[in-house]
């Protein structure tokens, strides 16, 4: 079993930025995906941004978020950091991180095992 928690959502300005935490507890992350999904109010759970825990952490992000956010693995601290910038309104949503065993990336939320409890992010205009 592998436990995720989140930390670092809040109340940022238009244009301000944002760090996201994912600390996992239990199994390790050795071998898995680990990815950010957000679903914003009367919206669908939607894929954020992903990355392999081992080998050479390739990332993968959505289209929406491409050159805003970043994100990054600290092996040492079992941490996945989502770093957001240029924040938008429409970022605005409950920001969840997950995580699912193998290589291969999956980009819908049902394909992710493993789940932690979410983290508001609210941007204003």
């Excluded at 956010?69 to 941490?79: E, G, H, L, V």
């Excluded at 910038?85 to 409950?94: F, G, I, Q």
Aim: glycine share 10%; with cysteine; hydrophobic share 35%.
């Amino acid at each position: 079993q592998v436990q995720l928690v989140e930390s670092g959502g809040g109340l940022v300005q238009a244009g301000g930025s944002l760090r996201l935490s994912c600390t996992a507890s239990g199994r390790t992350f050795r071998s898995y995906v680990v990815g950010w999904f957000r679903q914003a109010p009367g919206k669908e759970r939607e894929f954020v941004s992903a990355i392999h825990w081992s080998g050479d952490h390739s990332t993968y992000y959505a289209d929406s978020v491409k050159g805003r956010f970043t994100i990054s693995a600290d092996n040492a601290k079992d941490t996945v950091y989502l770093q957001m910038n240029s924040l938008k309104p429409e970022d605005t949503a409950v920001y969840y991180c997950a995580a699912r065993a193998g290589i291969v990336v999956h980009r819908e939320p049902s394909e992710y095992r493993y789940w932690g409890q979410g983290t508001q992010v609210t941007v204003s205009s």
